[in-house]
Antibody
């Protein structure tokens, strides 16, 4: 069955970096876009970024452009989110999610999330 | 960027009642690329409806989606106890960012 397992969250000081990982299994990793969605404590869902099935296309929400980078390693079936210059407003649970297709598509499977706390 | 506005913010209903949730887009979603998700406290979001009208795998038929252009709805025909949760719409039309609405909480009256 499809599984997405995030890791790499933790407490980090403002201005520092963190890398999140999402290990995927149970499906053809090279056929689906992969997304990161975050949820600040007590708040709604915010779409952050996606990487296309082949890794050739990436998009970001404006608030993270220039600071976050999404990538994928097909040999490890893993998606990464490199987060630099972290701010307090980046504090959230970060979910990895699978797109239903290689680019456009709803998010049909989600991981359990990993918590990132940005605090002095 | 397409902004999605969900209404009402909170819907107070009893089990067995019908729930209708609204999602309005700031511009037309021309390809019908709109989805609905359910999230219960402490849980991961779950896909309910995709491409406006299609139920995701394993979703009961009491959930249905409708709409076009800028106005979309999620209807739960008869609320079951497990349906009380927060519901989000999301658009994945045209170019990213693929935004979510702010959510509608369906609570027990």
């Amino acid at each position: 069955q499809v599984q997405l397992v995030e890791s790499g969250g933790g407490v980090v000081q403002p201005g520092r970096s963190l890398r999140l990982s999402c290990a995927a299994s149970g499906f053809s990793f090279i056929s689906h876009a992969m997304h990161w969605v975050r949820q600040a404590p007590g708040k709604g869902l915010e779409w952050v970024t996606l990487i296309s099935y082949d890794g050739s296309n990436k998009n970001y929400v404006d608030s993270v452009k220039g600071r976050f980078t999404v990538s994928k390693d097909k040999s490890k079936n893993t998606v990464y989110l490199q987060m630099n210059s972290l701010r307090a407003e980046d504090t959230a649970v970060y979910y990895c999610a699978r797109g239903m297709s290689g680019w456009y598509g709803a998010l049909d499977y989600w991981g359990r999330g990993t918590l990132v706390t940005v605090s002095p | 960027e397409i902004v999605l506005t969900q209404s009402p913010g909170t819907l107070s209903l009893s089990p067995g009642e019908r729930a209708t949730l609204s999602c309005r887009a700031s511009q037309s979603i021309s390809n019908n690329y709109l989805a609905w998700y359910q999230q219960k406290p402490g849980q991961t979001p779950r896909l309910l409806i995709y491409d406006v009208i299609n139920r995701a795998t394993g979703i009961p038929d009491r959930f249905s989606g409708s709409g076009s252009g800028t106005d979309f709805s999620l209807t739960i025909s008869r609320l079951e106890p497990e349906d009380f949760a927060v519901y989000y719409c999301q658009q994945y039309d045209s170019s990213p960012p693929w935004t979510f609405g702010q959510g509608t909480k369906v609570e027990i009256k």
